[in-house]
């Protein structure tokens, strides 16, 4: 019946909504209690003030990540081409659990009230948009699968822009920046490599490579006198043309060309940066 055949292409619909009202009503009652923080002793390490803080914020991002990510979990288990995924599910849960990430720090640095329920709206909405796309995009046979993938790899780089740049923007020195790039970098990778049906392990030494070379990337950029949206705009673009050159060796298909088109494309973006400089 036609009931019965949406509801098999779609099963996705009664647990996204669940999940969106799971993390919607668990945000909005962290909103109204107060949570004891608690500190542990700060080090001194190259000069670089080193603790631990443990408090509301941390357990509310805590909690809308681990949320978000089992309920992507369970919702793209029930894809009906399950099996012929190219990749294990567990790499569907980085962008909404990266997303999630980015939603629980909006909240907690909104200020005002409308910010924060313009933030937990277009947060929620963002997040259901972001699962809807890792379950059209669990199956390559999926006529949706081209227009999910593509959306997601742009998501990718807009999220890893503004996390670039939050994280940048805390003003702490690259011994404290530096390993949040690597493991933003690596995550988001990650999911970018792993579309092309690679291996796994092949797969997650790409990405651990390309983490790297971004810390040692931002390392640098520390140094250098530039704003934070300039260096944010270097990362995501550092980000784009080590994923692409991985992306197409892991194809089999780098050649020079690709290479050079790359380059030509990274030379040219970063000449416009520095020459706007935002």
């Known amino acids: 019946m036609p009931g019965e055949s949406l509801t098999r292409l779609r099963p996705e619909r009664g647990k996204l909504s669940i999940l969106l009202a799971v993390v919607l009503t668990s945000v909005t009652l962290f909103r109204f209690v107060e949570l004891p923080t608690l500190n542990w002793g700060v080090l001194q390490i190259f000069g670089s003030p080193l603790g631990f803080s443990f408090g509301g914020g941390v357990l509310l991002t805590l909690l809308v990540v681990g949320l978000v990510a089992t309920g992507t979990l369970s919702i793209v288990q029930d894809h009906p081409e399950r099996d012929s995924g190219e990749r294990p599910f567990v790499f569907a849960l980085i962008t909404p659990s990266v997303g999630a990430l980015l939603v629980s720090i909006l909240l907690l640095q909104a200020s005002t009230w409308p910010l924060w329920l313009t933030s937990l709206i277009l947060g929620g909405a963002g997040i259901g948009i972001l699962v809807h796309l890792s379950y059209q995009a669990i199956s390559p046979r999926s006529s949706a699968y ?11 780089y807009l999220m890893g ?16 920046t530096a390993p949040s790039i690597l493991i933003l970098s690596t995550l988001l990778a990650l999911d970018l490599l792993s579309a092309s049906g690679a291996p796994t392990g ?22 250098w006198p530039i704003s934070t949206w300039t260096a944010a705009t270097m990362l995501t673009l550092g980000l784009y043309v080590w994923s692409g050159i991985g992306y197409q060796y892991l194809l ?17 973006m970063m000449a416009l940066v520095l020459w706007i400089r935002p």
């Open 252 to 268: 089999d298909r780098l050649t020079q060309r690709i290479v050079v088109e790359f380059l030509v494309i990274s030379l040219l």
């Open 161 to 176: 822009f503004v996390l670039f740049s939050l994280s940048l923007g805390q003003m702490g020195r690259a011994l404290i």
């Open 202 to 223: 092949r797969a997650l030494l790409f990405s651990a490579t390309i983490g790297l070379l971004e810390a040692e990337l931002a390392w640098i950029l520390g140094y």
């Open 146 to 156: 081209p227009g999910a993938r593509t959306l997601l790899n742009v998501l990718d």
